[in-house]
């Protein structure tokens, strides 16, 4: 928990601390100075309320329906070692209970409204002279689950008439952080019913079937693929990721690429262009389409094959050494259509086995 004083205005410790390593280190992100300070994100974003933050009341599925307004943004979201941002429009935006989809071609999300327990407006200096806007939300730990960034043709006035509305009463620099909860072992390999869990797989209908198939035998997602074996979730190298993007990138074949966190998932459907590697990261760097995957993060990586009404689904996923999702890769395809051949033929170039260096 941090605490400040009920001054908006007034420097905090903390504020001053955060505001002299921006004055030695002016492209340092948040993220990163939160980790330096020993303190969240959240905390930090907070001791601006007043000044270049605001802070949003009300429901939060209400305010993500007037993105929509905004026009074309980039929506960020990411987990400890993988970011994800994609440009575009906000549309087909539904919810039911604490869940929510926006289903447009561009912005494509699958939102756990539950985790959302803290909202921000942005508007900060930017590096030219410009103003920087964004709607920030974070869980109850002060991890961020989802952010809207505005692009210099996004709509800045309905920007403002969305603070308006949402602007909560109290804009104090005080934000209360929830410990997160400890992690709970996994059951041992040798109380799990194996051949249920693996006959529940086989007879998957839908990919989607699959997390109330972990919960039902009581088993985490990479506990359940180590136990599934070589049949049907074959380790493979750490390094896949880079050959089947360069590979996708070659034969100029649309996939899609998952990234999320207990708040959000959010999926890009296309082509993929530009990669280049820097500084421990494997990068997309298109116009509309950015990723960033810190590499040393992942701790074991898996080809997963799930059966469904339209035949095998074939996927690529990364894991990080806690057996959290990093990413997750698959072809393009809709439902109804079976699996692209030319995927499966580059998946089928990916090493397997226990010895792949994963």
């Given at each position: 928990?941090?605490?400040?004083?009920?001054?908006?205005?007034?420097?905090?410790?903390?504020?001053?601390?955060?505001?002299?390593?921006?004055?030695?280190?002016?492209?340092?992100?948040?993220?990163?100075?939160?980790?330096?300070?020993?303190?969240?994100?959240?905390?930090?974003?907070a001791?601006?309320c007043?000044?270049?933050?605001?802070?949003l009341?009300g429901?939060?599925?209400?305010i993500?329906?007037?993105?929509?307004?905004?026009?074309?943004?980039?929506?960020?979201?990411?987990?400890?070692?993988?970011?994800?941002?994609?440009?575009?429009?906000?549309?087909?935006?539904?919810?039911?209970?604490?869940?929510?989809?926006?289903?447009?071609?561009?912005?494509?999300?699958?939102?756990?409204?539950?985790?959302?327990?803290?909202?921000?407006?942005?508007?900060?200096?930017?590096?030219?002279?410009?103003?920087?806007?964004?709607?920030?939300?974070?869980?109850?730990?002060?991890?961020?689950?989802?952010?809207?960034?505005?692009?210099?043709?996004?709509?800045?006035?309905?920007?403002?008439?969305?603070?308006?509305?949402?602007?909560?009463?109290?804009?104090?620099?005080?934000?209360?952080?929830?410990?997160?909860?400890?992690?709970?072992?996994?059951?041992?390999?040798?109380?799990?019913?194996?051949?249920?869990?693996?006959?529940?797989?086989?007879?998957?209908?839908?990919?989607?079937?699959?997390?109330?198939?972990?919960?039902?035998?009581?088993?985490?997602?990479?506990?359940?693929?180590r136990?599934?074996?070589?049949?049907?979730?074959?380790?493979?190298?750490?390094?896949?990721?880079?050959?089947?993007?360069?590979?996708?990138?070659?034969?100029?074949l649309?996939?899609?690429?998952?990234?999320?966190?207990?708040?959000?998932?959010?999926?890009?459907?296309g082509?993929?262009?530009?990669?280049?590697?820097?500084?421990?990261?494997?990068?997309?760097?298109?116009?509309?389409?950015?990723?960033?995957?810190?590499?040393?993060?992942i701790?074991?990586?898996?080809?997963?094959?799930?059966?469904?009404?339209?035949?095998?689904i074939?996927?690529?996923?990364?894991?990080?050494?806690?057996?959290?999702?990093?990413?997750?890769?698959?072809?393009?395809?809709?439902?109804g259509?079976p699996?692209?051949?030319?995927?499966?033929?580059?998946?089928?170039?990916?090493?397997?086995?226990?010895?792949?260096?994963?």
């Amino acid at each position: 928990m941090h605490a400040a004083s009920a001054t908006p205005l007034a420097h905090t410790p903390l504020r001053e601390r955060w505001l002299g390593l921006r004055t030695q280190r002016p492209h340092l992100r948040a993220r990163d100075g939160a980790r330096e300070l020993g303190v969240t994100e959240l905390e930090l974003l907070a001791t601006h309320c007043g000044d270049t933050v605001t802070r949003l009341a009300g429901d939060f599925s209400d305010i993500l329906k007037e993105v929509a307004t905004l026009g074309r943004v980039m929506a960020l979201t990411r987990n400890e070692y993988c970011v994800h941002e994609r440009k575009g429009l906000y549309r087909n935006l539904s919810f039911r209970g604490g869940m929510g989809l926006a289903l447009g071609e561009e912005i494509d999300l699958r939102l756990f409204m539950r985790q959302w327990a803290h909202g921000f407006a942005v508007e900060e200096p930017g590096r030219e002279g410009d103003v920087r806007r964004s709607l920030q939300f974070f869980d109850a730990h002060g991890d961020a689950v989802h952010k809207v960034h505005l692009l210099p043709q996004s709509d800045a006035a309905a920007f403002s008439a969305l603070i308006g509305r949402f602007a909560a009463e109290d804009q104090s620099t005080w934000v209360e952080i929830e410990a997160r909860p400890a992690s709970q072992p996994e059951t041992s390999d040798a109380l799990i019913d194996v051949a249920g869990l693996m006959a529940g797989w086989d007879a998957l209908r839908d990919v989607h079937d699959f997390h109330d198939l972990l919960k039902r035998f009581g088993v985490s997602r990479t506990q359940a693929l180590r136990l599934a074996g070589p049949a049907r979730a074959p380790r493979t190298a750490n390094t896949a990721h880079s050959t089947l993007l360069e590979a996708a990138r070659d034969a100029a074949l649309p996939i899609m690429v998952f990234v999320g966190n207990a708040g959000c998932i959010q999926i890009h459907t296309g082509e993929v262009l530009n990669l280049k590697r820097v500084d421990g990261w494997y990068n997309v760097l298109d116009s509309d389409f950015n990723l960033h995957l810190f590499e040393a993060g992942i701790a074991h990586s898996h080809i997963v094959r799930k059966p469904t009404v339209d035949g095998i689904i074939t996927s690529v996923e990364l894991f990080d050494a806690q057996g959290l999702p990093m990413a997750a890769f698959f072809g393009k395809r809709k439902p109804g259509h079976p699996e692209n051949p030319a995927w499966r033929e580059i998946v089928a170039t990916l090493p397997t086995g226990m010895d792949t260096g994963a």
